[in-house]
């Protein structure tokens, strides 16, 4: 046992020093008590909120003119910016958004573009996505925020019944193409049940609407200005622990990255790792902990558009009708998402690592 | 709190506007009349409530419909959509513009501005609220009016829809069509407080009037428009009327409630029978030209009756309808 820990203690220090950070040492909590440094022992509260990832930016692009250091709230307003700056119609309404919002997502949106443009709406996502869907069918721009994706739920009649559906049931006499919801999303540390929920799987499987989750600052911009000039209502969720923690050189003007094509970014010849949002940084790890440790070569994907989502990409039809083992499914147990106990319930670096090891050996 | 009682007009609104209209006027509500009578089972209650407003909301206003529209037809057959178009939703055929996608009544048409009507219910009201937002912030010197029953208002979105249309200040008429049952829910079990004119406890300026006096829901609709126009506000209408048809086909109300009930309705306070009265005294009409009329209407309604679905038709219509991929 103390060997085990040891060696594992070995490559918690050589992840650490790679990070830069002493402090990431402890961040799953499971080696708490062996082999803290003097210096972490009694420091709970920072503790508490090490991350279980390690948000790596892409190189800046050339390709779409100047850039600025934006975190992902900042890509996320500079989209809204761009968009209400193009679009004279475009609107963003929801709960606490004239202030600049509870993740300074629409900050400066207000004081530039006007109260009629940007606007608190009553309490009641419901009323936000029906309203919202309202204003879409008269052909204006409808950017709706939610203010967690916990909360989606009592819109979810509005989305499932009757955004998804609008086109489709008036025979194209009738749509809400120009609606986009975006929302928080997904674990933050100490969230709980209430404002950690990753959703889109409720929505997967909805005929009539896209789902969108961006992994840094600029897929969010380019992702985001997608969906908005899609034709067709769009959900997108931003992963809120990378609003502050993700960094990136982002383009100023406005850029699209397309809907429903995910990325490769990292090719690989054995084993294939799918994730999306903050979890893409979390199996960047995993496939350097398995070429470093097994040599074992992985390609890694990013999703992207949960739905529609890029089939093409993910089962290339050659390798996939040629699988050597099962698929493996990493995620949080079947139970609400805790409070104390997320760093036992995430699907962290190791319970991936663990799963790809399973899967190697099968 | 005042609670809101079946008023003439309320002083509070001004002036009422001129009584009863004159000829050419009752003309046009009276026409549709026996064409909706005839299609079946509806309440003429609702009709009445049909007829009256498309004139009060003069064109093209949007309008947002709860589904058990049949009452609500008369609002599209008022904007002179065809016959042959009603039967063709109806039967899901080639000629369908909604392309056989849904269920009979569930009509829709661009042109009129009528937004087409899906089956569950009171989801239309935060949506004719932000459709309002955006005719305000274009200009367009336009209201959306939106029409659902009783029981709809019971649902969430009706509560979100009234307190959105107040707090952002929308030009929206909410037309509550309060027919004494929703299926075989009456009233009392659908709500305690003082019908469905509540908008005052959202700072929504309501009435309610006679909705089987074609010439109240008129002038109350009438006004309603002006000044939500004029002051970028909602106004709440609660008509009140009986439903003496069954819900649907597939219903049989005397489970519910007494033939005596159904039999006060229909020949004590039946809004095309007192429409026809007040154009018969009069002089305007008589049972010769009603005669005529039902006899024409009738062959009409037969010749649309035809329009059976063709297999080539249906399989073509069935593209999914996902835009702009």
């Known amino acids: 046992m103390a060997a085990e820990a040891a060696a594992a203690g070995r490559l918690w220090l050589s992840a650490c020093r790679a990070g830069g950070h002493w402090r990431r040492l402890c961040s799953a909590g499971l080696l708490r008590g062996f082999l803290q440094p003097a210096s972490a022992v009694g420091d709970a509260a920072r503790r508490r909120q090490l991350a279980h990832f390690t948000f790596q930016p892409d190189p800046e692009h050339q390709d779409y003119g100047q850039t600025q250091k934006m975190n992902l709230f900042q890509a996320v307003t500079s989209a809204l910016d761009n968009s209400l700056a193009k679009d004279p119609t475009a609107v963003i309404f929801g709960e606490d958004v004239a202030f600049g919002g509870v993740f300074r997502c629409t900050v400066g949106l207000r004081d530039k573009y006007g109260k009629d443009r940007v606007f608190n709406t009553p309490l009641c996502e419901q009323g936000i996505v029906g309203f919202g869907i309202g204003i879409a069918v008269t052909g204006a721009t409808a950017i709706a925020e939610i203010q967690f994706a916990d909360y989606i739920f009592p819109a979810f009649d509005q989305i499932v019944n009757e955004a998804a559906k609008y086109r489709y049931r008036s025979g194209d006499l009738f749509n809400c193409g120009s609606l986009t919801i975006r929302s928080p999303w997904g674990c933050v540390g100490h969230g709980a049940l209430y404002h950690s929920q990753s959703p889109e799987a409720f929505f997967a499987h909805c005929p009539g609407i896209k789902v969108v989750v961006p992994r840094s600052p600029f897929q969010a911009k380019g992702l985001l200005l997608s969906c908005i000039e899609d034709k067709n209502p769009c959900i997108f969720f931003e992963p809120k622990i990378l609003y502050r923690a993700a960094v990136e050189q982002v383009p100023v003007e406005p850029y699209n990255i397309p809907l429903s094509q995910a990325e490769i970014i990292q090719e690989g010849s054995d084993v294939t790792l799918v994730a999306w949002g903050t979890q893409v940084h979390v199996i960047r790890e995993v496939a350097s902990m398995a070429q470093e440790k097994l040599g074992v070569s992985c390609e890694v994907i990013d999703l992207r558009t949960i739905l529609p989502w890029d089939v093409d990409t993910v089962c290339k039809e050659e390798c996939f009708l040629n699988l050597e083992a099962p698929i493996s499914r990493v995620c949080g147990y079947d139970t609400p998402f805790p409070h104390i106990f997320e760093p036992f319930y995430i699907p962290d670096k190791w319970k991936c690592y663990d799963a790809l090891r399973k899967m190697i050996n099968y | ?325």
């Open chain 2, 1 to 325: 709190m005042a609670s809101v009682t079946c008023a003439c007009w309320p002083a509070h609104l001004g002036p009422a506007p001129a009584g009863p209209l004159s000829l050419p006027v009752c003309f046009p509500w009276s026409h549709p009349a026996p064409l909706l009578h005839r299609r079946g089972t509806r309440s003429p209650g609702r009709k009445g409530l049909a007829l009256g407003p498309p004139q009060g909301s003069a064109p093209p206003d949007p309008l947002s419909q709860q589904l058990v529209p049949p009452p609500l037809t008369g609002v599209l057959m008022y904007r002179d959509y065809p016959l042959e178009q009603f039967m063709a939703q109806c039967y899901g055929n080639v000629n369908d513009p909604g392309k056989g996608r849904q269920m009979p009544v569930h009509y829709g048409c661009k042109e009129r501005h009528f937004v087409t009507i899906s089956s569950p219910l009171a989801t239309q009201i935060p949506q004719a609220v932000g459709a309002a937002y955006a005719a305000k912030r274009a200009n367009a010197n336009r209201i959306v009016i939106c029409y659902f029953g009783e029981g709809a208002a019971s649902e969430g979105d009706a509560h979100a829809g009234f307190n959105f249309a107040a707090t952002l200040e929308c030009p929206i008429i909410f037309f509550c069509r309060n027919n004494g049952y929703a299926i075989s829910t009456p009233t009392s079990e659908q709500y305690r407080g003082d019908g469905i004119a509540r908008g005052p406890g959202y700072g929504i300026l309501s009435i309610r009037v006679d909705g089987n006096d074609v010439f109240a829901v008129y002038n109350a609709t009438k006004e309603a428009r002006r000044r939500a126009v004029a002051e970028n506000q909602p106004f709440l209408i609660e008509a009140m009327t009986y439903r003496i048809g069954h819900h649907s086909t597939s219903d049989d109300s005397s489970a519910y409630r007494s033939v005596d009930e159904v039999n006060y309705w229909d020949k004590q306070d039946h809004p095309i029978s007192r429409l026809r009265h007040y154009m018969q005294s009069r002089g305007w009409w008589d049972d010769e030209q009603e005669k005529a009329w039902r006899k024409q209407s009738r062959k009409k309604v037969r010749a649309t009756s035809c329009c059976r679905p063709t297999p080539q038709g249906t399989l073509e219509g069935r593209r999914l309808g996902f835009g702009g991929q």
